[in-house]
């Protein structure tokens, strides 16, 4: 049987003929081989070849279900005349993954990145749900720039200890911090370890995981109610095919990614994420992923479109509820609709839909008003993303007014210096830790560089002696990343960082730092001359690496206010179909 004319008509070809419509011996390669598998010759005549990029790992407990997802689209796929051909790509378990999954962020966008460009596809749908696969699947196909939609896994079902709900990441902290104070003992500290986790899906609080599947439909790349749906809802599946279906329509529609991943896309993001009380870590991967797409998003501007504005969602680390409930409130498109109609998005954004953010949105209902409250009553008032600067911080650092004391805002007090992890894990509880309510935690050598990695310590443990107090805040400072499912008055990302010959490496116990979110400042208050005296004794430390992927990161990492990308991997390089291979 021949193949169809791929000159004929109207029709633009498509990329995956490249391929499949050669009538030579490379055509019969392409087809022959996959032919194994029993597709009929016409599969290969004019249908959309598209990609399920799945991150199913078993060392990824939050994507466990992704087998099962990627089979809806699939479906979906063929419903809309797509051939639909999946394939794997690394996965980052947030839970399991050491030192740290932002460590291998980059490497898997590049496989992800060359999988999809190197391959006769035409489209590609994204599966991601833990923390690290969603920046790093958007930004793989960001720099290749084909139809894509983006499929989150979505929240596991609340958790439920002693009859009362308690959320992942949130509660393990804030139960390991009763154990460390004596309050609650290890038995009941492991029943709470087979409560919170009940089913498949990832973190059910607003943290990171949670914060990306938003951000994921506030840019348009996933439908509507891709937020919210707990991963064991039948919607879920009826999402994923649905976005089988949509992708095959994008290709024919020619929908490529960048049109998109727009500026206007990412400001609606910027200001959807003080909405929910979402996580710091979206500032790295927004910008990040932004970069990838030729939009050279800044810290600048997550201070000017971020500042100042309220959080409309009740959900933990800040709040009482989490993703089950709001989901069961209208999810997502209630705070689309309640920040659009008070005219702080871009309504005209377009999505993968085909119909704009607006569109999408305007008829959003509002079920338990108790979990996403309305603009003019919001559940916090300032809760966008802070970003600081000043001696401490000259390329910025960013704070969560959302999840920190109100007392703590503006706050002087005296250092107490750790220089590594390992060296606060030594010292911190020990009784003898000259350490008050008033003191500064600082945390060095934590950075893109220097953990290496970039990992979740930011928010350090309270010292033990202070817990037993009735303490549970202090001001904590470091160059790391904390948890999107943490709380507390932390400051995170200092750039440049410790590892970097940043300040952040020239303070010592005892300095006073001043923290002054409202004026959005961070100040070492020691003497400019002092601090070129320890700026000329310092060294930098040691690599962490002399082979492989970890001396790659850490030789081209940018900081954290660059998005912590690879520099030779900003921008795109297209989806141009590779040299052939005979």
Not at 146 to 169: F, Q, Y
Not at 183 to 191: D, S
Not at 457 to 471: A, Q, S, T
Request: proline content about 6%.
């Amino acid at each position: 049987m021949p193949m169809s004319d791929t000159g004929s008509g109207n029709r633009k070809p498509l990329r995956s003929e490249a391929w499949f419509a050669r009538q030579d011996k490379m055509g019969f390669y392409y087809r022959s081989w996959l032919r194994n598998r029993g597709f009929p010759q016409d599969q290969f005549e004019g249908r959309p070849v598209i990609g399920i990029c799945n991150t199913w790992s078993e060392l990824t407990p939050c994507n466990s279900h992704f087998r099962t997802l990627a089979e809806h689209v699939r479906w979906g796929v063929l419903d809309a005349g797509g051939f639909p051909l999946e394939f794997p790509v690394m996965s980052l378990g947030e839970t399991m993954l050491r030192p740290t999954a932002m460590l291998f962020r980059n490497l898997a966008s590049m496989d992800v990145e060359e999988s999809i460009r190197g391959n006769p596809l035409d489209g590609v749908v994204l599966l991601m749900g833990c923390d690290k696969t969603t920046p790093s699947l958007l930004m793989g196909a960001a720099s290749v720039d084909l139809p894509s939609i983006g499929v989150s896994g979505g929240p596991m079902l609340r958790g439920i200890h002693c009859g009362k709900p308690i959320g992942s990441g949130t509660n393990t902290i804030s139960m390991s911090e009763q154990l460390r104070a004596g309050q609650i003992t290890l038995a009941e500290f492991h029943e709470a370890e087979a409560d919170m986790h009940r089913s498949h899906g990832h973190c059910m609080t607003m943290g990171t995981a949670s914060t990306m599947a938003c951000m994921v439909e506030a840019l348009g790349v996933g439908l509507p109610g891709n937020a919210a749906i707990p991963a064991v809802d039948a919607r879920r599946n009826l999402l994923a095919r649905e976005a089988g279906r949509r992708i095959v329509q994008m290709v024919k529609d020619g929908v490529a990614l960048s049109q998109i991943l727009t500026r206007e896309a990412f400001e609606n993001a910027i200001r959807i994420n003080a909405g929910i009380g979402g996580s710091t870590n979206a500032v790295i991967h927004l910008i990040a992923i932004a970069r990838r797409a030729g939009v050279d998003l800044s810290l600048d501007d997550w201070d000017r479109l971020g500042r100042e504005l309220p959080c409309l969602a009740d959900l933990m680390p800040s709040g009482r509820y989490l993703m089950e409930d709001f989901f069961e409130a209208g999810g997502l498109p209630v705070v689309i609709r309640e920040f659009a109609e008070h005219g702080l998005l871009n309504r005209g954004a377009m999505t993968v839909n085909g119909r704009t953010l607006w569109e999408n949105n305007a008829q959003a209902a509002c079920w338990k008003r108790e979990v996403i409250h309305p603009f003019d009553e919001p559940f916090k008032r300032d809760a966008g993303i802070a970003v600081l600067r000043g001696n401490l911080a000259p390329d910025g650092a960013v704070i969560k007014p959302s999840a920190a004391s109100p007392h703590l805002m503006r706050h002087t007090g005296r250092a107490v210096v750790f220089e590594s992890i390992e060296d606060l894990h030594r010292r911190i509880s020990d009784d003898s830790l000259d350490i008050d309510e008033r003191s500064v935690m600082v945390l060095k050598y934590c950075g893109p560089k220097g953990y290496p990695g970039m990992a979740e310590v930011g928010n350090m443990p309270l010292p033990p002696k202070l817990l037993k107090r009735g303490i549970t805040d202090l001001v904590r400072i470091s160059d790391a990343r904390m948890s999107g499912t943490a709380y507390g008055t932390v400051v995170l990302h200092v750039a440049p960082e410790a590892a970097a010959g940043g300040p952040l490496a020239l303070v010592e116990n005892g300095d006073p730092i001043t923290l002054d979110v409202p004026a959005r400042r961070l100040e070492l208050e020691v003497d400019v001359a002092e601090l070129a005296r320890r700026r000329a004794a310092w060294r930098a430390p040691e690599p962490h690496a002399a082979r492989g992927y970890a001396k790659l990161y850490v030789d081209h990492v940018l900081q954290a206010s660059d998005g912590a990308d690879l520099d030779f991997l900003v921008g795109r390089s297209g989806a141009r179909v590779p040299r052939d291979n005979h």
